[in-house]
């Protein structure tokens, strides 16, 4: 539909930039057809518009879940109130499960070269995560101005190894933060990245109303304090969304086994000119594996390799009713869990009245 048939019929089109709850904030957007008897100068103040919407009836009867991202149509708008009504969520061109985000085009991934100091296993553990999503990676280390120009030059040539060309920027001294606004243009990006590192200063920066809480580095563990709280969409000032996301430390590796080499970009690129003996090969032991070697990052392959391999092991087990492990809850309220080994299925089981009855039955009859 085009913005004029939406508007001809009271619908309109926007972009779910937060949810809290029940409620959905919608970022209008604007439209091309005319807006009926609306006057140009409330046309304008509508395309600027953000509307607090509920989700409609029948979509939670669906199971139609909203998420910061969608593009939706809105009905019923109240513009005194700033109210409205999701009626329906156009299809998702991507999908994140976590952070739980529609219509990413790519994702940011931001660390320091120093304050905290750069954990090669730490970035290489990030970089994975991103490139399991199938969006593109672009790669920005911050605080570039706390180390020298020779020392940045090292890290380009180990990061160029690893098949990154990273943007080294200093949100402190602004150095390089238009150039890697530029690659956000148009576009819905996802920011990650550890704690403390400058995502939410680096936001700050791009966009001057995002006014978000800037956390310090510890300075006992050399880590940043955790400051993002929920998903939120920034709109930028030369166009496109930028999505700021709760920091975590150390992403799961949660991804197939046979899939995890993939991820590596200097992998690939020996799989593009060669391929192993065997199809299923896990590069770890395998006759004749063309990616076994001495590259520098096999040896976090192999450490993401076991995680991912004990993830799907869990996995199976947790499927699986005659599983000899249980999660138990290990302490009321607190979250804690743990696994125990479970009984067998039925042998502790009490035999019902009824089963003992006919039992005796059969037995009576034996004897007769």
Known sequence: MTGKNFAATGQLLGTVVAVQANFYRVQLEPEDGEQGSRGAEEKLDLNASLLLCTRRTRLKKIGQQVMVGDRVVVEEPDWAGGRGAIAEVLPRQSELDRPAIANVNQILLVFAVADPPLEPYQLSRFLIKAESTDLDVLLCLNKSDLISPPEQQQVSDRLLGWGYQPI??????????????????????????????????????????????????????????????????????????????????????????????????????????????????????????????????????????????????????????????????????????????????????????????????ELYRDEE
């Not at 920027?169 to 576009?187: F, M, P």
């Not at 060669?274 to 392959?301: I, M, N, Q």
């Open 168 to 361: 080294f920027i200093s949100v402190k001294d602004g150095i390089n933060t238009e150039q890697a606004a530029r690659y956000l243009s148009n576009k819905i990006t996802v920011i990650a990245g550890p704690s403390g590192v400058g995502k939410s200063s680096l936001i700050n920066t791009l966009i001057d109303s995002a006014k978000l809480r800037v956390g310090e580095v510890s300075g006992k563990l050399a880590r940043g304090r955790h400051t993002t709280r929920h998903i939120e969409l920034f709109e930028l000032p030369n166009g496109g969304l930028l999505a700021d996301t709760p920091g975590f430390n150390q992403p799961d590796m949660d991804c197939i086994p046979e899939e995890l080499i993939h991820y590596f970009p200097e992998a690939r690129k020996r799989l593009a000119v060669a391929s192993c003996r065997f199809s299923d090969c896990l590069h770890r032991d395998e006759p004749e594996c063309v990616v076994r070697g001495d590259w520098e990052r096999y040896e976090h392959y192999l450490e993401f390799l076991d995680a991912a391999i004990a993830h799907q092991t869990q996995l199976h087990e947790q499927a699986d009713p005659e599983s000899t492990m249980k999660l138990k809850s290990k302490s009321k309220g607190k979250g804690q869990s743990q696994y125990e080994p479970k009984l067998e299925s039925k042998k502790y089981r009490r035999i019902s009245r009824k089963t003992q009855l006919q039992d005796l039955q």
